[in-house]
């Protein structure tokens, strides 16, 4: 049983790389710091196979995929990503780009690539990190917010081609609120709300991904949220979201 997790050198990633191997998955981990990923062995008891690569480029999205595809990979953890947080007149660009690369076309390309693969043999699991942000609009995270929509919907639309086909196999989207992870440095923001662990986050997304849950959403505080956020106008969603954007900023 293999496992290939990307952004695995912090984080949720790492956590659900860890989570894994403890359930007797070899691990592939690709992302840019080796020296973080290559802690991963003195953790865990099981194989693992670290990739040095930057997914925000296009070109080692394929190389990685064309390492690996022989492999024979179980599950697929698309969980590398950062967010900006800022106007969206005075945000920077070019690293706008880069997050855009990173979170929708590596996460949309692997996807393709393995749910080729899985479909074939008709077994697999693709675990894609989106996160409660899909779920409104995000003015100050402005770009951040909708690429985490844009794996949402994607996942949804794939779940209901792969139910029509009768596949087995299933891709769950992860939504969580707040974590207690580098995405606040990277993102320049500070968390309104107490933020979950990055342990219970992946251990609570892999229990349910084995259950073919399509969109998992951790913590009591987000699940309570949830039916609110349904019924309230997006309108009204964006004002909340502003105000609590702006507080997190530093």
Not at 108 to 136: C, E, P, Q
Request: aromatic content about 10%.
């Amino acid at each position: 049983m293999k496992a290939l997790i990307t952004g695995a050198s912090s984080g949720i990633g790492y956590q659900t790389a860890i989570c894994l191997a403890q359930k007797g998955y070899d691990i592939i981990v690709a992302a840019r710091r080796y020296d973080r990923m290559a802690q991963l062995k003195n953790e865990v008891k099981t194989n693992v196979k670290i990739i040095e690569a930057d997914l925000s480029d296009i070109s080692s999205v394929f190389k990685l995929y064309d390492e690996v595809k022989c492999e024979d990979i179980d599950i697929l953890v698309n969980n590398a990503g950062f967010g900006i947080c800022g106007e969206f007149l005075k945000t920077d660009l070019e690293k706008e780009l880069n997050m855009i690369d990173l979170n929708i076309k590596a996460l949309h390309t692997l996807t393709k690539l393995f749910l080729r693969d899985f479909t074939a043999k008709n077994s697999g699991y693709i675990l894609n990190v989106a996160s409660s942000a899909a779920f409104l609009p995000g003015p100050l995270l402005s770009s951040y917010y909708a690429s985490k929509a844009y794996v949402l919907r994607l996942d949804e639309a794939i779940n209901t081609e792969l139910k029509k086909a009768k596949s087995k196999v299933r891709i769950s989207t992860l939504c969580p609120g707040p974590v207690n992870t580098e995405f606040d440095k990277v993102a320049n923001v500070k968390f309104s709300l107490d933020g979950l662990s990055a342990q219970f986050v992946a251990e609570y997304a892999v229990k349910k991904m084995f259950r073919r849950k399509e969109v998992i959403v951790p913590g009591w505080q987000m699940k309570a949220l949830r039916p609110l956020q349904k019924i309230t106008p997006d309108f009204i969603l964006a004002k909340v979201a502003y105000h609590i954007q702006k507080r997190k900023i530093y």
